[in-house]
């Protein structure tokens, strides 16, 4: 009988308990671990938003540079037609000042669309940053802000996606 009773006795109800046990204290670490990855998350989406902004604000100052540039390309231009008086100095002039413009209008329009693209971005972080998401992203939601596939990172795992509960 006793032996019965050291199979069956506390030994058996202790297992019972360790499993409760440690079942809340997988809860307790796996609630710590989202909490790091939000924070986390939330860290690494600042930082990005501040990195965006700066490049921001270095593509605008691009642009008043090439539009700057541009003036004192216009005003040589002109200078040195207004040295000669001729109908085709003239006619030269113009066409020289219609280049010039051509490409500094591309070089801005460049330098625009690179702007745009980062306002795009700074937007999506602020909507993760506010809790929507980003908009019309699907599992991989990181390349919206990354430029990238994030195909085989779970999102989750992706550093600047908040991980969803």
């Given at each position: 009988?006793?032996?019965?009773?050291?199979?069956?006795?506390?030994?058996?109800?202790?297992?019972?308990?360790?499993?409760?046990?440690?079942?809340?204290?997988?809860?307790?670490?796996?609630?710590?671990?989202?909490?790091?990855?939000?924070?986390?998350?939330?860290?690494?989406?600042?930082?990005?938003?501040?990195?965006?902004?700066?490049?921001?604000?270095?593509?605008?100052?691009?642009?008043?540079?090439?539009?700057?540039?541009?003036?004192?390309?216009?005003?040589?231009?002109?200078?040195?037609?207004?040295l000669s008086s001729s109908t085709a100095s003239a006619s030269?002039?113009?066409?020289?000042?219609?280049?010039?413009?051509?490409?500094?209008?591309?070089?801005?329009?460049?330098?625009?669309?690179?702007?745009?693209?980062?306002?795009?971005?700074?937007?999506?972080?602020?909507?993760?940053?506010?809790?929507?998401?980003?908009?019309?992203?699907?599992?991989?939601?990181?390349?919206?802000?990354?430029?990238?596939?994030?195909?085989?990172?779970?999102?989750?795992?992706?550093?600047?996606?908040?991980?969803?509960?």
């Open positions: 009988m006793s032996s019965s009773n050291i199979g069956s006795g506390s030994g058996g109800g202790h297992g019972g308990s360790t499993s409760s046990s440690s079942s809340t204290k997988n809860d307790i670490f796996l609630g710590f671990k989202k909490a790091s990855q939000r924070l986390a998350s939330a860290v690494a989406d600042t930082g990005a938003k501040t990195l965006l902004k700066t490049d921001m604000v270095f593509l605008e100052r691009d642009i008043k540079s090439r539009k700057q540039a541009f003036g004192i390309e216009i005003y040589d231009i002109l200078a040195s037609n207004s030269l002039c113009s066409e020289e000042v219609q280049l010039a413009f051509d490409k500094c209008k591309s070089d801005i329009e460049a330098l625009e669309n690179k702007l745009h693209t980062k306002k795009l971005e700074r937007e999506a972080i602020d909507n993760i940053l506010a809790g929507g998401g980003v908009p019309g992203a699907g599992a991989g939601a990181g390349s919206a802000i990354e430029g990238g596939g994030g195909g085989a990172i779970e999102d989750k795992e992706t550093p600047g996606i908040p991980a969803t509960p």
